[in-house]
């Protein structure tokens, strides 16, 4: 598998910012290896830093750091009601981040973890606050 994926689905590319909100906005359509075309990950599923990170690389020339993306997901989570939201997902040790129109009431009952947990990516949700927290000083 390649460094890059991308969506087939034309999602609004002004900026990385935008086309991460108009993917979120669009129900995390599904995404494909930039190397072999074949799905990378199915619609509606939750993406990591990694994946995201990916995605933004296979779309965009430029490529993004990784505390660039955690930037703007962290901006864009609101757990109260906003379009992105996050968790912990223990099936694949990692924080994801998912839009909230995908069965919201369904992930409120399986959140299974707390903030500290770090993931086999090496984060966890305090640590990408904190990330956030140093880009806005």
């Not at 995390?28 to 994946?51: K, L, M």
């Not at 069965?103 to 959140?111: C, G, K, R, T, V």
């Not at 973890?113 to 993931?119: A, I």
Request: aromatic content about 12%; proline content about 1%.
């Amino acid at each position: 598998m390649s460094d890059k994926i991308y969506c087939k689905k034309k999602l609004n590319k002004r900026t990385k910012k935008a086309f991460l909100i108009d993917y979120f906005e669009n129900r995390c359509p599904s995404t494909y290896d930039s190397e072999t075309n074949e799905v990378q990950c199915a619609a509606r599923r939750n993406r990591s830093v990694g994946d995201l990170k990916m995605l933004l690389d296979g779309t965009f020339k430029t490529k993004t750091k990784t505390d660039d993306v955690i930037y703007k997901l962290v901006s864009l989570t609101d757990n109260s009601g906003g379009i992105v939201r996050a968790l912990f997902c223990s099936d694949i040790n990692r924080v994801v981040f998912y839009s909230s129109l995908v069965h919201p009431a369904y992930w409120q009952l399986n959140i299974r973890s707390s903030f500290s947990t770090v993931g086999g990516d090496g984060y966890s949700w305090n640590e990408l606050v904190m990330i956030y927290k140093n880009k806005t000083k």
